[in-house]
């Protein structure tokens, strides 16, 4: 007896959730509704004689039967893949810019998310500041921008709003009668002409100690233990102190990602797709 084939849509939704953790993350990759993806899991679930995900109030997890199946439900998706790539056209190319004070050390795990949505796209990624992507956007240089919100731009979508600190290394101290030492990017950095506003309307003294190219430099900065910088915990190795409070600095406020996009065909707004909800589950922890 031939038993029935299973759905790969139903095993696609499987994976989405079981990468994403989440239902609603999954439906946005997906391009559809939490219901409906629901809807393809218990299905998917009916089919096996098994359950895959056991949900509760607070997150999604795999029982014993879906992480044995993970690997399997992801090989099945890339023979498929791979049986299509033989009637598909010359490779589509996504050109996608992301702010530096963006991409984070989540940056490997977003782009094998993007190629497990379409292996054939090819995906070009540039990293820069949020002024300088935006203008290359304009100039029709790049498909897609993921940048922090930019003063005098109403356009674009919200992706997520993202928490910042001002943090400094584990047993760094502020030497008493001395401005504060902060590590920056060099400019145009819209997080650092927020920080020195929000210092200066404070009336904190401060002082640049370290200037970086990119947040990778400025969190080895802090680390290294020479001053303290305004950056999304995220950025920061494990064990980096949020000193605001505790010296009385401004707070920081929430600061948006923006996405903006021209993309139309729904080939690449599907890689797009998984990319927003993949970056959404990092921000979110």
């Given at each position: ?11 696609q ?10 239902f609603t ?22 089919r ?11 997150r ?24 299509l790539?033989?009637?598909?056209a010359?490779?589509q ?33 540039r ?27 109403a356009?674009?979508e ?25 590590a ?12 020195a ?20 430099a ?9 001053g303290v ?42 890689t ?11 921000v979110?922890?």
């Open positions: 007896m031939v038993q029935r084939p299973l759905d790969l849509d139903a095993v939704a499987f994976v989405s959730v079981a990468e994403l953790g989440s993350r999954a439906a946005e990759t997906m391009r559809t509704t939490q219901a409906a993806v629901s809807l393809k899991l218990k299905r998917l679930e009916t096996l004689g098994c359950r895959l995900v056991e949900r509760t109030p607070r999604v997890q795999l029982s014993g039967r879906g992480a044995s199946f993970l690997d399997h439900a992801r090989s099945l998706l890339e023979a498929h893949e791979r049986a790539a033989g009637f598909t010359a490779r190319r996504l050109a996608i810019g992301m702010s530096d004070h963006v991409a984070g050390p989540e940056l490997p795990a977003l782009i094998a998310r993007m190629n497990a949505q379409d292996p054939q796209m090819l995906i070009e990624i990293i820069g500041s949020s002024a300088e992507l935006l203008q290359s956007f304009d100039r029709r240089e790049l498909d897609t921008v993921i940048v922090r919100l930019h003063a005098g731009r356009d674009g919200v992706l997520v709003e993202e928490k910042f600190g001002w943090f400094a290394a584990p047993g760094w101290r502020r030497r008493a009668g001395e401005p504060l030492p902060v920056t990017m060099a400019e145009p950095c819209g997080v650092r002409a927020i920080a506003e929000l210092l200066d309307a404070a009336g904190v003294p401060w002082t640049e100690i370290f200037v970086g190219g990119g947040v990778a400025v969190a080895a900065a802090v680390m290294a233990g020479l910088a305004a950056l999304a915990p995220r950025m920061l190795p494990f064990g980096a102190v949020d000193v605001g409070p505790k010296l009385g600095l401004p707070d920081l406020p929430r600061l948006p990602v923006v996405l903006h996009t021209r993309l139309k065909e729904d080939r690449p707004r599907d797009l797709a998984a990319l927003s909800a993949a970056f959404r589950s990092a979110r922890g």
